[in-house]
């Protein structure tokens, strides 16, 4: 099935999950320029239940801030826009999409506890990497399964024919869906980030997280979350042979691969602390 035939389908579905407002107008306000801290500030401000989750976020042990930041516009000051709007999105799709043990048959808490690795593995490969913001990688590595849940609550019958093949084949879930399925978790993935409005560069990670092939364009976004995303499935470690980058970001992605040791016990121990605040009571 092409992407707009599944897009068609899904725009006849009328509760797909959505993002809070204030993001949509956090989002909005960020693409001018001469965007205040005061109105930034304001905008996450009027919903104090989301204003309260964000300073909790940056003030638990995942973001390990040496100061406590006391409101909102003082963690602004310390992270700067990107990194808090990534918080509001990061908050906002756990508690949206977290149906808190709702979901029979479905591992919502296996799900996030992975896609958290995914996205803690990428942010550490970003930044040691310096090919693109860690907090982009994050935030492209937690949501690229959406589509799975999507796909369960909306596809149930493409869902169980794809667990039914991975498990016959002892095969991964996007080779089984391939095979079995009109449909898949990634072209649901970038329907509802395109639909949720996220920037760009993160819609085309969710797109490309199976499918990608690395090219002189690349900004090496897309090789992160993959290669966290590999790293998560095969048990922290991968060889990076199996993986072919474009030279600028073999140079520096796959030294990282090769030698591990230097950057995944920190890794490892920010994955536990993201679990124990975006999982804790689901």
């Not at 999950?17 to 205040?36: F, H, I, W």
């Not at 700067?80 to 043990?101: R, W």
């Not at 506890?113 to 693109?132: D, N, T, Y």
Request: proline share 3%; hydrophobic share 45%; charged share 20%.
């Amino acid at each position: 099935m092409e992407n707009r035939e599944v897009w068609a389908i899904l725009e006849k579905i009328k509760d797909l999950p959505t993002l809070p407002g204030v993001y949509l107008k956090l989002n909005r306000l960020l693409q001018d320029k001469q965007a205040s801290l005061e109105n930034v500030s304001r905008i996450i401000e009027v919903d104090p239940a989301l204003s309260a989750k964000i300073l909790r976020l940056v003030n638990s042990a995942f973001y390990g801030m040496r100061s406590k930041c006391s409101s909102i516009s003082h963690a602004i000051m310390v992270m700067g826009f990107n990194t808090v709007k990534n918080a509001v999105v990061s908050v906002s799709v756990l508690d949206t999409l977290s149906f808190k043990g709702q979901l029979q048959d479905f591992d919502i808490a296996g799900f996030w506890r992975h896609s958290i690795s995914v996205a803690v593995l990428g942010r550490q490969l970003a930044e040691k990497s310096r090919l693109v913001p860690g907090e982009d990688s994050f935030m492209a590595g937690l949501l690229h399964d959406i589509g799975k849940i999507i796909m369960f609550i909306y596809f149930r019958d493409e869902f169980t024919k794809t667990v039914q093949k991975m498990q016959e084949a002892k095969c991964s879930f996007a080779d089984a869906e391939g095979e079995v399925a009109a449909i898949d978790h990634v072209q649901i993935g970038a329907y509802m980030t395109r639909k949720w409005q996220l920037p760009e560069n993160i819609i085309g990670a969710v797109a490309g997280h199976h499918y990608h092939v690395s090219s002189s364009a690349s900004s090496g976004l897309v090789e992160c979350v993959m290669a966290g995303n590999a790293l998560s499935n095969a048990g922290y470690r991968l060889d990076p042979d199996d993986y072919v980058f474009e030279t600028h970001i073999e140079k520096a992605l796959t030294p990282l691969l090769v030698e591990t040791d230097s950057w995944l016990p920190q890794a490892l121990d920010e994955i536990e602390a993201a679990c124990a605040f975006f999982l804790e009571k689901k």
